[in-house]
């Protein structure tokens, strides 16, 4: 037979073991929560699979009608699941302003490991300017030093589009780089 002693030891015992671990749980929630939001760990892919230029015309036309240039960014996990479209600038009539610096810091604390440019021409017209593809170019060469994939460019006309990977100009824009680094 315990003596009461004995019983009251016993009982605190496991009481304590019990709120140490309610403690030591509610820690490891807390720390979860706080390196999920530092590291920025991102949820489940939130869209469909973008593999072909013409699903990722489809998920942003509504965008080829606006009366500015809007460049979006389209972030996708290592199977091209769209993990979010972010608009990242919205410009005039015939230019926006891209900030590469803002486009990988978006990447990063999204944990994307691969990226779609996506923008409008109000004029209807896709082909791409000088200028377009000059910050192609240099996002592309950017992207490479970073690790993270450069899938497309794609630039929205009135019911049509260009794809600078389908032209073959993401290829050239690597080979040039990568000719220059040498």
Not at 37 to 60: I, M, S
Request: aromatic residues 8%.
């Amino acid at each position: 037979m315990t003596t009461g002693k004995a019983m009251l030891r016993s009982r605190w015992t496991e009481e304590t073991e019990s709120f140490q671990m309610i403690k030591t749980k509610h820690t490891y929630t807390k720390l979860d929560a706080s390196l999920s939001f530092r590291v920025g760990v991102t949820a489940a892919p939130v869209g469909p699979k973008l593999d072909r230029p013409g699903l990722v015309y489809e998920a942003t036309k509504e965008y080829a009608e606006a009366d500015r240039e809007i460049m979006l960014l389209i972030m996708v996990d290592a199977k091209n699941q769209m993990l979010s479209i972010e608009t990242h600038s919205v410009g005039a009539v015939d230019n926006a302003a891209i900030y590469p610096r803002e486009i990988f810091r978006s990447l990063l604390l999204k944990n994307a490991s691969s990226f779609i440019l996506v923008h409008n021409h109000p004029s209807g017209d896709p082909e791409p300017s000088f200028a377009d593809k000059e910050i192609t170019r240099d996002v592309l060469q950017g992207a490479h030093v970073l690790g993270i994939k450069l899938l497309d460019h794609v630039i929205l006309g009135r019911g049509c589009y260009f794809s600078m990977a389908d032209k073959g100009l993401l290829e050239s824009f690597k080979l040039d780089y990568l000719s220059c680094k040498r």
